[in-house]
Structure formats: structure tokens, C-alpha cells
């Protein structure tokens, strides 16, 4: 039997095999020439999003006006909240939703430096997302001239060994923050094991959680973690612009103060009081009005979400991105592809990067392919990472056979030297 015949057997059998099957039908795709394997960048929309939508706008707002902020808007944060908590594995009251990723953790990155007042160390990785450092450099700038960043560079582009973080840890260090999966190799932390690491030198850890809430099964209470954020458009599908998420452990929720005093936060908005009086636990890091109809889009994917478990998605994940790497080694590194993401799932997030020295040809290949192939839509990041990321709600292990294989095409007919290097806005 050829080698790829072998490796279609398993897909299919992948497949048949597949608790979660049945959640692929709950998402819009029914363009069966698109294989999408870019949900960690933007999900897939569910079906159910759509509908309630509509029923949003055209009842809620449209006709019912104001008197929905009553009826309907006014407690839909902590109804969310209390969803994502659970898929997070923290506590309904330690979990705040609203505001981006970018805006959510400059309040809590300020509030901890603010808190730890004789240390002036901040800590991160070389891994870890663009936003997170430039917030970090403008907060520095703007308020803390005498902190200092340090960022531990990975050897190898992929991974941070825990003796590096060990050894930049001090009692100097105010604030370690790291993304708790890389977005570009998705190496993932023992989140357990760095915050007793932080912990011992009395730093505080903040986590971002933008690649892994939704892909992997956390434990956020359970692992002592202090403060987290995350996006919600990626794994748990909340389309565009999602609201994001916020969460502090509830005894740092005094002790930490949300440097954007706005109505939202405050004890008693509707009395109109001009003095700010700082609302109650995790409501005091709220600041404006929260955004209803992103909100709406997004109720329906966190359903959707608790539904299939945050047990069994990770467990396919796994499955899908070691099969990934097993056909990879066969079939692709011979061909100039290298791996650059850990070669162990429990090292991993949900996706996976090649390198290539034609990655951006290749993606532009895969997008738009000659003839009657499938479109495969992955997305590149710069110098020449294809991400290939696997959503276990509606991703299946054929779309996993059939992109190795049309990697191997592509490559092997030189099909990229159609396209030139010229790049749009988003990759
Ligand atoms: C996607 C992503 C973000 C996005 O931040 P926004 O403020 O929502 O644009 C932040 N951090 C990481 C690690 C991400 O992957």
C-alpha cells in the first residue's frame, strides 16, 4: 500500500471516529471547495451567531430601543463572563469581558507595576504577541521611566526553557507576562509550573491567553494563575472584533486598581455621581459602555464551545496537529519544509508552523490554486511561517491529509512561481 494511501485510511478513520463530528454542521461552510485552517487568527462563524444577531438588531435595538438595556443588555456582560469562565477554568466572579485584548491588558500590566511598588523589573519573552510588548514600552514611557524590560530570547525561535526564566526572575521583578501559547511556533507554557517559578521571587504573572482560550483545556484558578487575558475571535469564534476578556484571581482583585476610571467601573453608574467611587471585585475593571451587538455575535460560539467540552477539543487538536506532523515528516521535509513548532502536543497549542524559503509564495498557492483544486486558506507570518491552525469544532483530519498533500504538489510542481511576493494588509 503506498504511503499516502495509509495516510488517507487514517484520516477517514479519524474521522468516523470523531466525537465531535457533529459540530462542524453548527458553523456556516458549505463551500466544500474551501479548506479553512485559519481559526486561530479569525473563527469560523457559527450559524447560530447570524440568527441571533438579527434577532438582536431588528427586535432589541431596532424596536425596542432603549428599554433593551433593561430587558436585555444591562446583565448579558456577566452572563458572558460567567461562559468564558467556565471554558477558562476560573470562577464566574473573577472573569470580565469587554474592551480588546490590547486595551484589557494595559489595566491589568499598570495595576500590577502600580501594586508592586519597590520592584522595577518587567519580565517577557522573545515569543511573545507584538501588542503585549509595545504596551508594555508605552507604559514604561509614559508612567513607570524607571522600570526596565527585559526579554528572554528563545535559542531557537520556537521554544523558552525554564531554566532561562529561573535564572531572569528576581526580587526586582514586579511583573512576568508571557503568552501562554507563541503565536508564531505555539509553544505552550506549563502555566502551573512558571507562576510558582514568579510566585517564589514574589513577581506577578500575567498571561496571554489569545491562542489558547478555546484550543486548549485550562485551568486558570487551579494553577494559581494572578491575572490573564484573551481574544475571543480566534478559537472561540466570536467574529470580528470580539469583545475580549479579562481575569484576576479574586483575592488580587482589591489589591489591584484598573488604571481607566471610567462609568463602568464605577460602584453606582446610574447615580450619576461626579466623584468615581471604585465598583465592587472584578466590575471595577470595567470603563465604558460594553459592545452589545459584538457581544450578541459572540453568545451563540461560547454555547457552542462548553458544548463539545474543552476536554475533548483539545484531545482532537492533539490528534489533528500530531497527524499533521506525522504526514509532515514523510512527505514534506523532504521536500525543503522545516517544522517550527515543538515536536510534543503537550508542548503545543492548536496550530502549526512550517518554514519555507518560498512560505509566502506557497500560502498565495494555497489560497488560490490553479484548476480545480480546493482553496486551503492558512495564514503567513513574517519571515516565511506558514500557520497552519486546526479547529477542532469543524476542522476534520481529510481537510488534514488533503492540505500535506497539496503542499506536496505545490512544491514539487513549483505551482508558487505563478504568484509574486507582494503582500496585502492582513496575511
Ligand atoms: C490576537 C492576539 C492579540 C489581539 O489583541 P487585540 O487587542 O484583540 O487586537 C493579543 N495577543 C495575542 C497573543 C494574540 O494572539
Known amino acids: 500500500m503506498p504511503q499516502h494511501t495509509a495516510f488517507r485510511k487514517k484520516a477517514s478513520e479519524g474521522d468516523q471516529n470523531d466525537p465531535l463530528a457533529s459540530f462542524r454542521a453548527a458553523f456556516v461552510g458549505e463551500d466544500e471547495n474551501l479548506i479553512y485552517l485559519d481559526g486561530n487568527s479569525l473563527g469560523r462563524m457559527p450559524l447560530a451567531s447570524s440568527k441571533h444577531m438579527r434577532m438582536v438588531v431588528e427586535t432589541q435595538w431596532g424596536k425596542k430601543l432603549i428599554q433593551s438595556w433593561n430587558d436585555h443588555w444591562i446583565n448579558l456582560n456577566e452572563r458572558l463572563s460567567e461562559k468564558i469562565a467556565h471554558i477558562i477554568g476560573a470562577n464566574p466572579d473573577e472573569v470580565f469581558l469587554g474592551d480588546s485584548t490590547s486595551v484589557n491588558f494595559y489595566k491589568l500590566a499598570f495595576a500590577a507595576l502600580k501594586q508592586q511598588t519597590d520592584r522595577t523589573g518587567i519580565l517577557t519573552d522573545s515569543l511573545n504577541f507584538p501588542s503585549d510588548l509595545y504596551l508594555i514600552q508605552g507604559m514604561i514611557n509614559s508612567s513607570f521611566p524607571q522600570h526596565k524590560l527585559n526579554v528572554i530570547e528563545s535559542m531557537d525561535g520556537i521554544s523558552i526553557g525554564y531554566e532561562q526564566i529561573e535564572k531572569a526572575l528576581n526580587d526586582n521583578t514586579a511583573l512576568l507576562t508571557l503568552s501562554h501559547v507563541a503565536y508564531r511556533s505555539a509553544f505552550m507554557y506549563d502555566m502551573t509550573r512558571v507562576n510558582e517559578m514568579a510566585h517564589s521571587q514574589g513577581a506577578l504573572v500575567l498571561w496571554d491567553l489569545s491562542h489558547s482560550a478555546g484550543a486548549v483545556a485550562l485551568k486558570l484558578h487551579e494553577a494559581s494563575a494572578d491575572m490573564a487575558v484573551g481574544c475571543t475571535y480566534k478559537y472561540l469564534n466570536g467574529g470580528p472584533g470580539a469583545p475580549a476578556f479579562l481575569y484576576v484571581r479574586r483575592d488580587l482583585q482589591e489589591k489591584l486598581r484598573n488604571p481607566v ?124 511561517n506558514i500557520r497552519l491552525g486546526f479547529a477542532p469544532l469543524y476542522n476534520t483530519f481529510t481537510e488534514v491529509y488533503e492540505t500535506v498533500m497539496r503542499l506536496r504538489d505545490i512544491a514539487v510542481s513549483r505551482e508558487f512561481e505563478r504568484h509574486d511576493s507582494s503582500r496585502s494588509t492582513v496575511t
Not at 457581544?295 to 467540552?309: C, R
Not at 500530531?322 to 497549542?349: D, Y
Not at 488560490?368 to 482553496?375: A, D, F, N, R, T
Open 261 to 384: 476610571w471610567g462609568w463602568f467601573g464605577h460602584n453606582k453608574p446610574f447615580d450619576f455621581d461626579p466623584t468615581y467611587m471604585k465598583g465592587d471585585g472584578i466590575k471595577s475593571f470595567g470603563a465604558g459602555t460594553p459592545p452589545i451587538l459584538s457581544m450578541a455575535a459572540l453568545e451563540p460560539s461560547l454555547t457552542i464551545s462548553s458544548e463539545a467540552g474543552m476536554q475533548a477539543i483539545r484531545q482532537k487538536s492533539m490528534l489533528m496537529s500530531n497527524f499533521f506532523l506525522e504526514m509532515t515528516r514523510e512527505i514534506l521535509l523532504p521536500l525543503g519544509f522545516k517544522v517550527a513548532s515543538p515536536a510534543e502536543a503537550e508542548r503545543r497549542g492548536s496550530h502549526i508552523s512550517l518554514k519555507h524559503p518560498e512560505g509566502y509564495r506557497i500560502c498565495k498557492s494555497l489560497i488560490q490554486p490553479e484548476g480545480q483544486q480546493k482553496s486551503i486558506v492558512p495564514d503567513f507570518r513574517p519571515p516565511d
